[in-house]
């Protein structure tokens, strides 16, 4: 599951880098959506990717790509959303991927993956080590704790941590300092061509 709140309101911390450029800031969101679905669309590990989301140009990409939806619900937030988008799949095994990983890897996905099976609830940190890009439950609930300092709530509600070399699972762009760090690893085409618009130089992933 990839949950994506409105476009508009999305990413807030991203704006320095959209405000008056010649992209706006919900393609610039988008892409990044766009990316990350496509990266796991691709991952052999995956069985269906689901979207979690209201934004109707959310709905429509991912949908494009391949990947279903499921509303929003109960509009309380992220960790609710989560909870009523793994309810709805009916699956024993279940992951919730963030939805700003433009350098991911089909592959680094698949490692993650394959390392979960170490654990009921598992979950990868991101680059500085607070937040949570992955957390994933296979025959228990997936009991989501995203938010501020998520990683050490994660690890402090039993869910083990996984570390990998996975840089692009890792590296979550929520600033414009980590879109020139995904940028260097190499993107998706969306976010290739968002950055090529917005003048920030990128590799291909
Ligand atoms: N479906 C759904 N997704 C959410 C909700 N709140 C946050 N998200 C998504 O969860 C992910 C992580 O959220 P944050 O890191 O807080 O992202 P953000 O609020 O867009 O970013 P900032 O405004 O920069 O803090 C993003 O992909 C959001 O779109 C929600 O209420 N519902
Ligand atoms: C949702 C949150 O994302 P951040 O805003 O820390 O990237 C998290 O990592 O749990």
New binding site residues.
């Given amino acids: 599951m990839v949950?994506?709140?409105r476009l508009a309101?999305?990413?807030?911390?991203?704006r320095p880098l959209t405000d008056g450029a010649r992209v706006g800031h919900a393609d610039v969101v988008l892409a990044l959506?766009a990316d990350t679905v496509a990266a796991a669309l691709d991952c052999p590990r995956v069985e269906r990717v689901l979207v979690?989301?209201?934004d109707p140009a959310a709905a429509e990409t991912v949908r494009a790509l391949g990947a279903g939806t499921v509303a929003?619900e109960p509009d309380e937030?992220?960790n609710p959303?989560l909870v009523h988008g793994a309810l709805s799949t009916g699956a024993t095994a279940v992951a919730a991927l963030?939805?700003?990983l433009p350098s991911l890897r089909p592959e680094e996905l698949a490692a993650a993956l394959d390392a979960a099976g170490a654990a009921p609830r598992c979950f990868v940190a991101d680059a500085e080590g607070t937040g949570t890009t992955l957390l994933t439950a296979v025959g228990v609930p997936l009991d989501p704790r995203?938010?501020q300092g998520s990683a050490a709530a994660h690890r402090a509600s039993g869910a083990v941590l996984l570390e990998g070399a996975w840089p692009g699972l890792a590296t979550d762009v929520?600033t414009e300092a980590a879109m020139r760090t995904a940028l260097a690893l190499g993107v998706g085409p969306a976010t290739a061509g968002v950055a090529a618009r917005l003048g920030v130089a990128s590799g291909c992933r």
Avoid: I
């Fill in positions: 949950p994506a709140k309101l999305a990413k807030t911390r991203l959506l979690v989301t209201d929003d937030g992220l959303a963030s939805s700003d995203f938010g929520d």
